[in-house]
């Protein structure tokens, strides 16, 4: 089994031989076997005086029992070093591992310097990890004369190689922000029918099954080189746990017992496999994972959850499975007692909202935001234009709410990025999507896919005559989306992979986009 999990991308992009003969130092699909840290090093969830450094110790990363090949407790070492020789300790100490959390590392470091980056490693079993770099935010006081991000999201091992982290890492960002569908929870059963999308399954629902799927993600050296070169911002969409669920519910809306079990173990290995604080560990069903972070004056950026706490999709159709799209007699839709976010994390949001002074408020997501009138068919199998009910169209009174507390508070400059979709979108989010002529209340950029399938270019082109807030829409590429902010303005630019076959993919500017402080338009940079 777990060598069939790692060639399975190799008979997809050029057999077996590419693994045996790729060189690792830089990139490629399999990062060297540095036993026990081969799953490498990341850090994240930054604060002023520190950031959490993460590793896990597996010796046999794929065990079938999903704890890397340890059954009891391990004592790991770690320092924080000021340069990047690693001849100047900042921090240091020791930690106990154990096998209910799969033997994973999370040292919360404080007590550092603003503003400025530090570099880490890990010891254990008589073996150095790989160094990382992490970085700490600026106080709240301060006025950082830039911020400079990438994001991305939908990184589909089987489908293809992970340059575009590579080429992420190559920017040499501030922070690195993904945005959900970080791992798919199933692979394929037959190798000759990778490229076909139904033909899948092999789909992992136990704790153990999760465990192994982020190993092998973590195996990758092009992950791992982007999360050894600086901290992270993260958050979750579907594909972390099932395609499609929401809440409790799986994406077939059934009342399944085993989801609140398979919800769980996906939670317990999300935080296993990423540079979490210990207060976002799973307690009882639940993983707070929402949380705000300030940049200074010049920004924050609240990173949402929009998949856990989310009321369950309106009018499902069909076999009952969501993500359909509905028409307007679909009323329950419109209810304003329905949230994506649920109310608690919408109050959150809101009051961090009121409460900011930064320049610019960028909301990290894992959604397209924008109304998308589409085109489909209703349960009889007639033409509809409707609306993509898995996604924000789904719960509009909460887009509404958004909309308004931003007005409301006089935010400056907001922002929303996301992903999902498999395509580049830069959008307008508007005060009244009915009328054209509506004020601009917040711009939007929304990432295509690292490696997953993305859609057919023509069904979302046909629609954008009826979305005229829609101002860039690219299905045809892979890639991520770099960000530069600074006082005055934000520019974004969408990254293209030249081929998500091709180990030694080149990276092109497809289009750059800027938003002037002060006025959320959108405008496309020759």
């Not at 992009?13 to 690792?24: D, I, R, W």
């Not at 949230?339 to 320049?359: I, P, Y």
């Not at 409301?408 to 830069?426: E, R």
């Not at 979305?467 to 989306?481: A, E, I």
Request: hydrophobic share 40%; proline share 5%; charged share 25%.
């Amino acid at each position: 089994m777990r060598q069939t999990l790692l060639t399975r991308r190799h008979a997809l992009l050029g057999g077996v031989s590419a693994l045996l003969s790729t060189t690792v130092a830089h990139a490629g699909p399999l990062a060297s076997a540095q036993k026990p840290f081969g799953l490498g090093v990341a850090s994240g969830d930054p604060s002023a005086d520190g950031f959490v450094i993460w590793t896990r110790i597996a010796p046999d990363p794929l065990a079938p029992d999903g704890l890397g090949g340890l059954t009891a407790p391990a004592t790991v070492k770690w320092c924080v070093y000021h340069d990047a020789a690693l001849t100047k300790p900042a921090l240091s100490g020791e930690v106990t591992t154990h096998p209910d959390t799969a033997h994973s590392v999370h040292v919360e470091v404080a007590g550092l310097r603003p503003d400025r980056f530090y570099w880490y490693r890990f010891e254990a079993m008589g073996v150095q990890s790989p160094a990382g770099r992490a970085r700490t935010l600026p106080l709240e006081n301060a006025s950082p004369a830039a911020l400079k991000l990438v994001f991305a999201s939908c990184s589909h091992y089987e489908k293809g190689y992970f340059s575009a982290y590579r080429h992420m890492a190559a920017e040499n960002p501030d922070f690195v922000l993904f945005l959900g569908d970080y791992i798919y929870e199933y692979s394929y059963k037959d190798t000759s029918k990778l490229v076909r999308q139904h033909e899948r399954k092999d789909e992992v629902t136990d704790l153990a099954g999760y465990r192994n799927r982020y190993a092998l993600y973590h195996m990758d050296a092009d992950l791992q080189t982007l999360h050894a070169s600086t901290s992270c911002l993260m958050t979750w969409d579907d594909h972390e746990v099932q395609n499609d669920y929401g809440g409790f519910l799986s994406q077939y809306m059934k009342d399944d017992s085993g989801m609140v079990a398979r919800r769980m173990a996906a939670y317990q290995a999300y935080y296993e496999n990423m540079p979490l604080r210990r207060s976002s560990r799973l307690i009882g069903t639940r993983l707070d994972l929402y949380k705000g972070y300030r940049f200074g004056a010049l920004a924050e950026i609240n990173m949402l959850d929009g998949r856990q706490y989310r009321s369950a999709a309106a009018c499902p159709v069909g076999d009952s499975r969501r993500g359909h799209v509905v028409d307007d007699s679909c009323l329950d839709r419109l209810d304003p007692k329905r949230s994506m976010l649920g109310f608690t994390q919408e109050a959150w949001l809101f009051d961090r909202f009121r409460k900011s002074r930064a320049t610019w408020n960028i909301l990290g997501q894992d959604l397209l935001a924008t109304s998308l009138l589409q085109s489909g068919k209703d349960k009889d199998k007639n033409p509809i234009v409707g609306h993509w009910t898995d996604g924000w169209d789904g719960y509009p009174a909460t887009r509404d709410r958004l909309i308004k507390a931003m007005q409301g508070t006089k935010l400056k400059n907001p922002v929303m990025l996301g992903g999902d979709i498999h395509s580049y979108w830069a959008t307008e989010l508007k005060a009244d999507f009915r009328d054209p002529e509506s004020r601009t209340i917040a711009s939007e950029f929304v990432c295509t896919s690292v490696t997953a399938d993305m859609p057919a270019y023509k069904a979302f082109a046909d629609m954008l005559p009826q979305n005229p807030h829609v101002k860039y829409f690219n299905s045809r590429t892979n890639g991520y989306v770099a960000v530069e902010v600074t006082p005055k303005r934000l520019m974004s630019r969408f990254m293209a992979i030249s081929d998500r076959t091709d180990l030694n993919a080149t990276v092109s500017t497809e289009i750059a986009f800027a938003v002037e402080a002060g006025n959320a338009t959108v405008n496309a940079i020759a």
